[in-house]
């Protein structure tokens, strides 16, 4: 009891000081229901629906397959990296070329710009890459084997003591 007490009061000195506060809080408590897509669209209409609250016309618009993963009504978008994106194209977000009010991917994560994208063609062909590698890497097992008998060590000459055949040192007292 005493600590509901002490809630309240907390509230009411936050209220008082800055009333927008405790109104933004019990505004916005459970939000995270408006961002949950909704059930998969069985009908033309629902299709239209969603569409609509996605920002996409009804040709565009192809949800994921109901196969229980929970993608819902959300949309199928094209697996496309955002590196492939024009960087010189005017974005609200442009560190995320990304305008407001885009619909994102359901896996953004991935496709994002600090991932692997495959937006780019290559250079040369995968055969020649693979030429390059297998080359260099024979290379070095030929150079390895072919100086196998070679040993390499750190040229040093014997130690050299004062007098030959005597004992340098002695550990007697003088």
Same mark, same amino acid.
């Given at each position: 009891?005493?600590?509901?007490?002490?809630?309240?009061?907390?509230?009411?000195?936050?209220?008082?000081?800055?009333?927008?506060?405790?109104?933004?809080?019990?505004?916005?408590?459970?939000?995270?229901? #408006? &961002?949950?897509?909704?059930?998969?669209?069985? @009908?033309?209409?629902?299709?239209?629906?969603?569409? !609509?609250? *996605?920002? =996409?016309?009804?040709?565009?618009?192809?949800?994921?397959?109901?196969?229980?993963?929970?993608?819902?009504?959300?949309?199928?978008?094209?697996?496309?990296?955002?590196?492939?994106?024009?960087?010189?194209?005017?974005?609200?977000?442009?560190?995320?070329?990304?305008?407001?009010?885009?619909?994102?991917?359901?896996?953004? #994560? &991935?496709?994002?710009?600090?991932?692997?994208? @495959?937006?780019?063609?290559?250079?040369?062909?995968? !055969?020649? *890459?693979? =030429?390059?590698?297998?080359?260099?890497?024979?290379?070095?097992?030929?150079?390895?084997?072919?100086?196998?008998?070679?040993?390499?060590?750190?040229?040093?000459?014997?130690?050299?003591?004062?007098?030959?055949?005597?004992?340098?040192?002695?550990?007697?007292?003088?």
């Amino acid at each position: 009891m005493a600590a509901l007490i002490k809630g309240i009061k907390f509230a009411a000195q936050i209220s008082n000081r800055n009333p927008a506060i405790l109104y933004t809080s019990v505004r916005n408590h459970g939000w995270n229901k #408006d &961002f949950k897509p909704g059930k998969f669209p069985e @009908s033309e209409k629902d299709r239209e629906m969603a569409a !609509k609250k *996605y920002g =996409l016309t009804t040709a565009e618009y192809q949800p994921y397959p109901d196969d229980g993963l929970g993608y819902g009504d959300y949309p199928k978008l094209p697996d496309v990296p955002v590196e492939a994106r024009d960087p010189y194209y005017p974005y609200d977000f442009p560190e995320l070329k990304r305008n407001l009010h885009d619909t994102l991917h359901a896996e953004t #994560d &991935f496709w994002s710009e600090d991932r692997f994208g @495959s937006a780019e063609p290559l250079r040369y062909e995968m !055969k020649t *890459y693979w =030429l390059a590698f297998l080359g260099v890497m024979t290379g070095c097992f030929a150079v390895y084997y072919w100086l196998e008998n070679y040993k390499m060590f750190r040229p040093v000459l014997a130690k050299q003591y004062p007098y030959e055949g005597k004992p340098h040192y002695t550990f007697e007292k003088k």
